[in-house]
């Protein structure tokens, strides 16, 4: 199977998936009966990179690759140009490895305008590469804010013919963020982020961590329905099912043992509120991938209309917290039902 046809197999199962249980539910905010404030005033503004941006939550990234994703990130583009709000791209790999840019080129950044745009490619993939500095090859032509390495072990095990040695891994991701004219951002794919694990990527000089728990798209279940040899590696496709950890635990470990890194929440992000939790639980940024795909396979109208959805929730749960402005989101507004205040 080629990388083109495996990326349009992640879009196709990626929109079939459902999730029942998220880790979101069990998190509580503190409620305000007097709210001192006006609903419309509550402000949503943050930076990104020193970039302005409308709201704390971004387009995370989902698809690269096959002529389907190129309508879809174009979509999704235009949509974020509107909402003034920031967009990962899907991985680029195949940009470098096999030619096809997928639409992630100069288009992509005249439909998103001024908004921040970050590349994205594996970083066991960095492997591959002559050297870190091909990486300007995927940059340049998205004119990129930042570039998204993504780390993906567990979906690499369960692909077909997928990427198993990770010998001299961190090295490389070492080596290109001493290069990267533009910041790194070191993003899981839905297993979520280890604290040993931030600790090496800190040390790196990663600037930004994307913990990507469980609770979003299930990149592993989708490569084993790929996967026609996987009952030869497995006796239960469900087997490793629990893997991982959830978002709000990474968030939580992020908290307790690097509280001063700039830490992104994805994975399982349904709603606005989700995004007021995560903020609340330490993120400064919240990537939402599920939610934005079937729109962005409808319309760009569709996309606007669900992000405009997200803002609308995130202001009503400001207003319900009592604060003016996300950047009053913080621990001390949750709810442990130890006191009242």
Known sequence: MNNLTRKLGHIEHALSQSTKINSFDQIRVKHCALPDLDLDRISLNTTLFDHS?????FVSSMTGGPTESEAINRRLAEACREMGIAMGVGSQRVGIEDGHTGGLNGSIRDAIGSSPLFANFGAVNLLGLSDVNDLGRILDPIEADALILHLNPMQEVFQASGDTNWTGVIERIAATCNWSPVPVIAKE????????SAKILIDAGVDVLDVAGRGGTRFADIEIAMNADIQQVLSDQQLFDGWGYTTVECLQMMQSFFPKQCC???GGVRHGLDVAKALCLGA???????????PATESTESVIATMQQFMDELRIACFGMGIESVQHLDQQLLWDGSHAS
């Not at 941006?53 to 939550?57: I, S």
């Not at 794919?189 to 040993?196: P, Q, S």
Request: charged share 10%; no cysteine.
């Open 284 to 294: 400064s940024a919240v990537g939402i991938a599920g939610r934005f795909l079937k």
């Open 53 to 57: 941006v409308a709201a704390p939550f």
């Open 264 to 266: 992104w929440a994805s």
């Open 189 to 196: 794919v839905g297993f979520g982020l280890d604290a040993g």
